[in-house]
């Protein structure tokens, strides 16, 4: 089942992933008196994951670490493939346009530093990721949007293209039909690719880009440009990212909550659950009818992953070996 596809079946029943155990052991230091914690890693590295079926963007990310690249180079390599993807209609050239017909792409990155890049709004230029990640290294600022995004884009060396392709536009054609100017969760559904890395040194980053909801109102941005809602990594915890609908997301900074709970001592599994429960057990949830997911990874190389609604998956690339899991999900039919 595609991304798209799953999105428009979000009420469809179980599937499973056996959750991981962190192997820990607590020493005790004499003149502190605090707890000192002795991880054992449990994964090899290198390592990526990411969000959804990817898994040419997973080997793309897996072939630079496994020459000695970084985290940052490797996931800013997986992503671009899912950009130029014309087919995948989510993310980059290709992706579903808002009411008025315009592809816009919003996308992140972190470092192992803390750094971080963030584009929204973003027209006319394919990869997002890139610019955001220039947007990092190269200037003052952590975030760029719309015609000024543009430009920097070009002034990076990014060519101008159009990114309606004839399957987008004809699909948008169709949603205008009986379309209505108001956000209906079970008719624009979206999606995003995620990505965290560790690499050779152990060191983590992260990366997010999306062309955001289909047929959304113009100007309206998401949690995957949002340091702390649709990604955020801690080199020395560890990281996670999120799709599905994004202003879930943003309402309890899923992605900083996530890796924050596993500070407090929590398996990625168990971390990217409890930031599920949050969103499910909110007063006046509508979680029956919008899914969220999150993908989660720390410092020793555990894994998780959880959802709201069946279907949703993460690709793993460990050991040679690049696999979609089905994750497990809070509501059962």
Request: proline share 2%; net charge neutral.
């Amino acid at each position: 089942m595609n991304r798209r596809k799953f999105l428009k079946n979000v009420t469809l029943s179980t599937a499973g992933l056996a959750a991981g155990s962190t192997l820990m052991s607590c020493a005790e230091d004499s003149k502190t008196k605090k707890p000192i914690i002795a991880a054992k890693t449990i994964g090899s590295f290198p390592l990526v994951i990411a969000t959804w079926d990817v898994k040419n963007a997973t080997e793309a990310a897996y072939n630079v670490l496994e020459k000695g690249g970084n985290a940052l180079d490797a996931v800013e390599a997986g992503c671009r493939i899912e950009e130029a993807n014309e087919k995948g209609q989510s993310v980059g050239k290709g992706g579903l346009p808002d009411r008025d017909g315009n592809v816009t792409l919003d996308a992140c990155i972190m470092d192992k530093n803390g750094n971080c890049g963030s584009v929204v709004y973003l027209q006319n230029v394919t990869h997002a990721i890139t610019v955001a990640r220039n947007v990092m290294e190269n200037t003052p600022h952590v975030m760029l949007a719309g015609k000024g995004a543009e430009q920097y884009a070009y002034e990076i060396g990014l060519k101008k293209e159009n990114l309606l392709t004839e399957a987008s536009k004809k699909a948008w054609e169709k949603w205008k039909i009986e379309a209505k100017y108001k956000p209906i969760i079970n008719i624009e559904n979206h999606d995003t690719i995620g990505m965290l890395a560790i690499d050779q040194n152990g060191d983590i980053s992260g990366a997010c880009t999306t062309s955001g909801l289909a047929y959304k109102m113009a100007g309206r941005v998401g949690d995957s440009p949002i340091i702390g809602s649709g990604l955020f990594i801690d080199n020395e915890i560890g990281g996670c990212v999120a799709t599905g609908l994004g202003e879930e997301v943003v309402k309890t900074v899923g992605s900083f909550l996530v890796v924050e709970l596993m500070r407090q001592g929590k398996t990625p599994q168990e971390a990217c659950e409890e930031a599920i429960k949050r969103i499910v057990e909110k007063p006046n949830s509508d979680f029956k009818n919008f899914q969220v997911g999150y993908i989660a990874i720390d410092k020793q190389g555990e894994t998780g992953s959880f959802a709201i609604h069946q279907w949703f998956s993460m690709t793993k690339y460990q050991d040679g070996k690049n696999e979609n899991i089905q994750s497990q999900f809070i509501v059962k039919a």
